[in-house]
């Protein structure tokens, strides 16, 4: 990347370091109130290398990272940034030391530009401290040249889907111009084009001697970017390892302490089972245009496609999350007009939301609240008092069937891991006994481990009869979890495609890039539902 005109290095850290380590962290150990996040930690970061950090939700990657960004206090053992001492007490000490984060989940202020997030707190002004607004613009548009980031800087950005906050949000934190730079799940909204180019950037930056710790549960990419491999499991150093020497299922093994199922089991046939959900002609302007399917009880229909295909949109509005100009919606064979979530649920249909925790969760409430919130009226007496006792046993019962690892149900929500987190939000959903599920983008953000522990649940779901909708952005686990694949590509469904080993990722990129006027005439009629 060229050299930022408007931010200037700490002093000590210009050019490439040429001290062996940039960082280097001994015996790092952390508590939290019921939860020993760190035992003995070890890691260190090279100049110019990419170090990938890799564990299961709850490992203490983030914990980790924290402490050396000056989020976290750690409890015990030592620091060293260019071969010193330190401990930074606050992010903007960290940035002194040139050490940058960006965090899995984004800490942008979607009320205002682009610009303005990514020069909070360092915009120029003008005499008696006016905003130099055109000056503003013009150094943050010079730091998304850099990224090859076509986007106004005047931009709201709560108008931006999620793969361009996350790039906003990257390009905020090279604005710093950090020696160290940690990325937390980076890629996690990302499509392949914009992987691509982000590891364009990470490579440049790798040149310039920026040491990169990269945090990711894609596995892939580790292979295509990392110099090395850190292991954390349950809060400890597990190994350091060379990335191109060593294989995967061995990092997996290291990460999980078991050896994890990579293959999908046998898919049974639901050809004959009744149809659960009928989806016909449905559409809103030009963003959704004539899409038509069905789920049948016991069947997991996987969504593929690019980012803004229109997969999500067409989950809300079966959800009643957002309207449709057209299109009718049967449940069990029985039309039914849904206008609200309140009338999907009402039907029988439960949507996990690929935000979890925005719209599936409250943070801040215990596991026992958000299992039991889903359906609060089996809960509540006459008088209107809560039978405290029976949401105990209902969440207990949901903990002990899903897996759910807490300490109690009455921890908070936001100290469980991602993978944690999901169990809760399907807790919810059996809690209501919906007969027709929807998952966006279940296993966003969670570790291998508990990823394969998401995919037996679904499988579990479906075997009882359920029948789930599954959209997601990784084609291995649509083609592992999905017994029929529907594929969109700008609003409209190009085809459906057998799941398991029945089909090619090359085929579903066919149709997932298949835009309309493209190959005319070659694009699969859609077949009458069965």
């Not at 604005?175 to 992987?195: F, G, H, K």
């Not at 109690?408 to 469980?416: C, E, N, P, T």
């Not at 579990?460 to 029948?467: H, I, K, W």
């Not at 952005?473 to 029929?484: A, I, K, N």
Request: glycine share 10%; proline share 5%; charged share 30%.
């Amino acid at each position: 990347m060229s050299p930022r005109r408007d931010v200037r290095r700490p002093r000590g850290l210009g050019g490439p370091s040429r001290v062996e380590h940039l960082v280097e962290m001994r015996g790092i150990g952390k508590r939290f109130p019921g939860v020993h996040a760190l035992r003995d930690v070890r890691f260190d970061l090279r100049p110019g290398e990419v170090h990938a950090l890799m564990g299961e939700n709850g490992a203490g990657k983030s914990t980790l990272m924290k402490i050396m960004a000056g989020i976290y206090a750690r409890d015990g053992g030592e620091m060293f940034v260019n071969g010193r001492p330190a401990a930074p007490d606050s992010p903007r000490a960290a940035q002194a030391l040139g050490i940058g984060i960006i965090h899995q989940e984004l800490s942008l202020m979607n009320d205002l530009t682009a610009a303005q997030n990514v020069l909070i707190g360092r915009e120029p002004r003008r005499r008696f401290g006016r905003l130099d607004e055109a000056e503003l613009n013009r150094r943050t548009a010079a730091i998304f040249a850099d990224l090859h980031l076509d986007m106004d800087p005047r931009a709201r950005v709560g108008g931006q889907t999620i793969a361009r906050q996350q790039l906003i949000e990257i390009a905020k934190a090279l604005s710093y111009d950090p020696r160290v730079l940690v990325m937390d799940e980076p890629t996690a909204a990302l499509n392949d084009a914009e992987i691509a180019e982000l590891f364009r950037v990470i490579r440049k930056l790798r040149a310039d001697g920026v040491g990169i710790v990269y945090i990711s549960h894609r596995m892939d990419e580790i292979k295509r970017i990392a110099d090395r491999v850190t292991v954390l499991r349950d809060g400890a150093w597990i190994d350091t390892l060379d990335a191109a020497e060593t294989p995967l299922s061995r990092i997996i093994q290291l990460m999980v302490g078991r050896e994890v199922a990579q293959t999908a089991p046998d898919i049974p046939d639901v050809a004959g089972n009744p149809v659960a959900l009928e989806v016909r002609g449905l559409r809103r302007g030009t963003e959704i245009r004539d899409v038509s399917f069905s789920v049948r009880k016991g069947e997991i229909l996987g969504f593929a496609g690019l980012m803004g295909a229109g997969r999500t949109e067409v989950a809300r509005m079966i959800f009643g999350a957002d309207p449709r100009d057209a299109g009718e919606i049967a449940v069990a064979g029985r039309p039914v007009d849904i206008r609200s979530p309140h009338d999907a649920v009402r039907a029988g249909i439960g949507y996990l939301s690929e935000d979890r925790k925005h719209f599936g969760l409250a943070l801040d409430m215990s596991v026992r609240a958000n299992i039991a919130m889903a359906d609060m009226t089996r809960f509540t007496g006459p008088a209107g008092t809560l039978d405290e006792a029976g949401m105990k046993r209902t969440a207990e019962d949901y903990i002990a069937r899903l897996g759910i690892r807490t300490p109690s149900d009455m921890q908070d929500v936001r100290l469980l891991s991602g993978g944690n987190q999901q169990k809760v939000v399907i807790a919810k959903w059996l809690l209501r006994d919906c007969d027709v599920l929807i998952f966006d983008e279940p296993t966003r953000g969670i570790d291998i481990g508990a990823k394969s522990e998401i995919y037996t649940l679904l499988e579990e779901l479906a075997a009882q009869g359920r029948a789930i909708v599954v959209i997601s952005s990784e084609l291995p686990e649509v083609m592992r979890l999905s017994h029929r694949i529907a594929v969109m590509c700008e609003g409209r469904l190009t085809g459906i495609l057998p799941g398991g080993a029945g089909t090619t990722q090359e085929r579903i990129m066919e149709l997932a890039t298949r835009r309309e006027g493209a190959a005319a005439g070659t694009a699969p009629r859609m077949k009458e539902m069965a």
